[in-house]
T-cell receptor
Framework: QQQVKQSPQSLIVQKGGISIINCAYE??????FPWYQQFPGKGPALLIA?????SEKKEGRFTISFNKSAKQFSLHIMDSQPGDSATYFC?????????FGEGTQLTVNP | NAGVTQTPKFQVLKTGQSMTLQCAQD?????MSWYRQDPGMGLRLIHY???????DQGEVPNGYNVSRSTTEDFPLRLLSAAPSQTSVYFC???????????FGQGTRLTVV
C-alpha cells in the first residue's frame, strides 16, 4: 500500500506558468517532507524539504505548502522553465525510513 | 552524484543467478537505503540501515539481502534473480538530520 499518494501523474505547463504537485499521507509519525527532482538516467536529487512545524517554505522559485491537519503538502514551481522538465517525487520520513510518492512527470513547453 | 558510488551501472542476469550491487558513501552518513524504481510506482524501499550493524526491511524486501558491516558500505544481494526483479535500483545516503540526501547513479538490472 502506498503511504504517500501523489498527483497528478503527469503535468504539462507553459513556460512562465505555475506548476503544482500535490501529495497526501496517512502516517502521523512522518515528520520530514522532502521533494526530489529526477532527470532521465539520473538519481533523484533533493530539491526542497519542510518539517511540520511550519506551513510554508520557499527557496527561489520552489515553494512547499504544508497542511498538517489535512495531512497534505504540495510543491509549487513559479515561473516554470523548460529546464524544470523532470520527474518530481514527494517523500515522507519517520526518522528512519523515507517513503516516496509515485512521481509526477512535469513537462514545461517553451 | 556527489559522495555515493553505486556499481555496476548496467547488468543482465539469467533467472536464478545471484549478484551483489555495491554502494559506498564517503560522507559518514548514518542512513543508507536501497530503492527500486519501476514505471508508475515511484521508488519503493527494499532495505534500509540506520547505522553500521543495523538493517531493516522496507516495502519490498523479498528476494534481497543486505548487510552493513561499515558506515561506508551497504551492498544489496540478489539471492536468486527473477524476471520480476528487472528494475532500476538506487542506493541513497542520508545524514542524521535528513538535510543531506544523495542518491547513486542507479543500476539498470535486466533478468532474462
Amino acid at each position: 500500500q502506498q503511504q504517500v499518494k501523489q498527483s497528478p501523474q503527469s503535468l504539462i505547463v507553459q513556460k512562465g506558468g505555475i506548476s503544482i504537485i500535490n501529495c497526501a499521507y496517512e502516517n502521523t509519525a512522518f515528520d520530514y517532507f522532502p521533494w526530489y527532482q529526477q532527470f532521465p538516467g539520473k538519481g533523484p536529487a533533493l530539491l526542497i524539504a519542510i518539517r511540520p512545524d511550519v506551513s510554508e517554505k520557499k527557496e527561489g522559485r520552489f515553494t512547499i505548502s504544508f497542511n498538517k491537519s489535512a495531512k497534505q503538502f504540495s510543491l509549487h514551481i513559479m515561473d516554470s522553465q523548460p529546464g524544470d522538465s523532470a520527474t518530481y517525487f514527494c517523500a515522507a520520513s519517520d526518522g528512519s525510513r523515507l517513503t516516496f510518492g509515485e512521481g509526477t512527470q512535469l513537462t514545461v513547453n517553451p | 552524484n556527489a559522495g555515493v558510488t553505486q556499481t555496476p551501472k548496467f547488468q543482465v542476469l539469467k533467472t536464478g543467478q545471484s549478484m551483489t550491487l555495491q554502494c559506498a558513501q564517503d560522507m559518514n552518513h548514518e542512513y543508507m537505503s536501497w530503492y527500486r524504481q519501476d514505471p508508475g510506482m515511484g521508488l519503493r524501499l527494499i532495505h534500509y540501515s540506520v547505522g553500521a550493524g543495523i538493517t531493516d526491511q522496507g516495502e519490498v524486501p523479498n528476494g534481497y539481502n543486505v548487510s552493513r558491516s561499515t558506515t561506508e558500505d551497504f551492498p544489496l544481494r540478489l539471492l536468486s534473480a527473477a524476471p520480476s526483479q528487472t528494475s532500476v535500483y538506487f542506493c541513497a545516503s542520508i545524514n542524521f538530520g535528513w538535510t543531506e540526501a544523495f542518491f547513486g547513479q542507479g543500476t539498470r538490472l535486466t533478468v532474462v
